[in-house]
């Protein structure tokens, strides 16, 4: 069974730190795309950050390049976002999700199959 747990948001003070774990069962991780993606209260969803399938480059969006941090772990079960530099626009609910389809790369792009966790909360106080 495919399953994607998001863990490690929280409240945090603009400026700070926080690390984002996803935790990856149920299918070969580095088999297919993976990202983080976001959704603010009245917005839509959008992509943060990602691994392409085709090539395994890390991509981001401009909101958050230079602060935000993908990688993923040797065994390969576990997706990390680092996330420094905190902004109050940064608050979201954050979600990791996989297409599972091998030949899907546009990875920043929300996409209405695949796998998604349930999300986790980020608030940065304005």
């Known amino acids: 069974q495919v399953q994607l747990v998001e863990s490690g948001g929280g409240l945090v003070q603009p400026g700070g730190s926080l690390t984002l774990y996803c935790a990856a069962s149920?299918?070969?991780?580095?088999?297919?795309?993976i990202g983080w993606f976001r959704q603010a209260p009245g917005k839509e969803r959008e992509g943060v950050s990602c691994?392409?399938?085709?090539?395994?480059?890390?991509y981001y969006a401009d909101s958050v390049n230079g602060r935000f941090t993908i990688s993923r772990d040797n065994a390969k079960t576990t997706v990390y976002l680092q996330m420094n530099s905190l902004k109050p626009e940064d608050t979201a609910v954050y979600y990791c999700a996989t297409p599972l389809v091998a030949t899907y790369s546009d990875c920043m792009r929300p996409f209405p199959f695949g796998s998604w966790g349930q999300g986790t909360q980020v608030t940065v106080p304005s």
């Open positions: 149920g299918f070969t991780l580095d088999y297919y795309a």
């Open positions: 691994f392409s399938s085709s090539d395994e480059t890390a």
